[in-house]
């Protein structure tokens, strides 16, 4: 995990100044610039306008007595959508962007939902060789 991790912080940043000094070299680094800043605003006023969507869904489904899984896994994406796209970066810009689409915000939401399915399976803590694993069942914990 530390390996995938360091990868990923060296690799990444490579990758969006990579992008950055080709976009610089085709249209212009004072253009370029202006871009970066441009798709910066316009990110923050898409994550302000979808978040305020989703605090009305969530505030709805806590009326009707629901518990709002889908909203604050909504909520959690679009936060990362936001500081993605307030990253210098293009490639950080698209998958932002592609976050802020409700289809695929929607798409995310079902993969985000089956991996924290697949990690609370009746409260189960710790896992791998070597390791005691315990089991706590949340539904039959005597309430205090």
């Known amino acids: ?3 995938v991790l360091a990868l990923l912080f060296l690799v990444i940043p490579f990758a969006e100044l990579a992008v950055i000094i080709t976009v610089a070299s085709h249209i212009g680094v004072v253009e370029t610039i202006a871009l970066l800043i441009l798709v910066s605003v316009v990110g923050a006023w898409l994550c302000k306008r979808e978040g305020v969507g989703v605090l009305r869904r969530i505030r709805d489904s806590l009326d009707r007595g ?15 959508a936001g500081a993605l796209l307030l990253t210098p970066g293009f490639l950080s ?10 289809p ?6 079902v993969l ?3 991996s924290l399915a ?3 399976v009746v409260g189960r803590v710790g896992r791998g060789a070597g390791r ?5 069942d949340i539904r039959e914990t005597p309430r205090r």
């Not at 629901?66 to 990362?80: C, F, K, M, S, T």
């Open 1 to 3: 995990m530390v390996f």
């Open 66 to 80: 629901e518990l709002p899984h889908r909203e604050l896994v909504d909520g959690a994406l679009i936060l990362l």
């Open 93 to 102: 810009d698209c998958v932002g962007i592609l976050l802020l689409l409700p």
């Open 104 to 109: 695929t915000r929607a798409l995310a939401r």
């Open 112 to 114: 985000v939902l089956q």
């Open 118 to 120: 697949r990690f609370t």
């Open 132 to 136: 005691v694993a315990r089991y706590i």
